[in-house]
């Protein structure tokens, strides 16, 4: 399996390993088990996140295929096309964003920091998960470029190599530490994360149970969340050679916190903002590690671990978006 993960254009832009570090203030403000944090918050690339360990694969295969340019897209404030258009710039591909909405008078977050990255942006109106990509992309081919289409989240098997890869560098830091994890908690939204961290789990030997905290979604959905997400590790295992197959089954995926839906910031998720902020100085985003902290924080109250269990939270970033929800965060 190693030859064929080696096998895989990436490019290198993140600073890897990020941290492992344990919130021991946070584990006694709480009275609950260990609690672990891998930080790729701080990737290092454009205010960091998970999207930095797919864009090295998806890069990779962009500038092995001789592309010229990128084309994504998402929400307003999605941080997908944030680190895309950072990375984009740091190889030097054009980056086109199919966004969401219409242009505000003011760009802040994320969308602000797509315009210093300069990425040319295709306003798409309710159009929020990439829907006209393969219009951007067909204009593109017909004035003769040769763009790289990554879909919506950098959710494809290229992308989740991303977070295989991050389970083999987990492992060592483990290793090096003495550690195990019972679990491990991850914001799930587009899947390329919580598959990537499946498969990987399975091909280094992580035990802990992997438990995704659904951020956009408040039940499966038909054909079932999970289902995507098998479908999805499935290719991952075969495009590296790997036995493993995948069922719905392979997937826990945790519904309750929905709370007032996608981007809706409620008390579960202020609350895990100002607690994390003021126990360990660490910073979560207010609509996917928020959520997820959120989940964790509910969970430890509700006596769902043991004392002595070890638990990983792993925070994906999403850092800028703090910044459009300053009155969510702290209102007056
Ligand atoms: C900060 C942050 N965390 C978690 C996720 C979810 O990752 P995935 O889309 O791979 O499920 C995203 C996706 O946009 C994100 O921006």
Redesign the pocket.
Known sequence: MKRGMNAIPRIRINNLPTPLVELKRLSRALGGPRIFMKRD?LTGVALG???TR?LEFLLGEALSGKCDSVVTG?AMQ???CR?TAAAAAAVGLECHLALGGEPPAIPEGNLLLDHIFGAIVHWCGANAKGELIPQITEDLRSRGRTPYVIP????NAT??FG?VAAVSELIGQMQDADLRFDRLI???????????LVVGADVFDLAADVI?IG?DRAAPGKPSYESELAALANQVAERLGVDARYDACAFRMRYDYFGGGYGVVGDAEREAIRLVGAQEGILL?P???AR?MGALIDMIRREEFARGDSVLFWH????P?VFDHAKDIVPR
């Open positions: 918050d996140g998970n999207k797919k998402g999605s941080n997908h680190q919506f989240g950098g959710s992308g989740a977070f991850v914001p799930s939204s587009s899947g390329g994360t919580h598959a990537g995704g951020i985003d609509v996917y590690s997820a994906t970033g999403g850092i978006a």
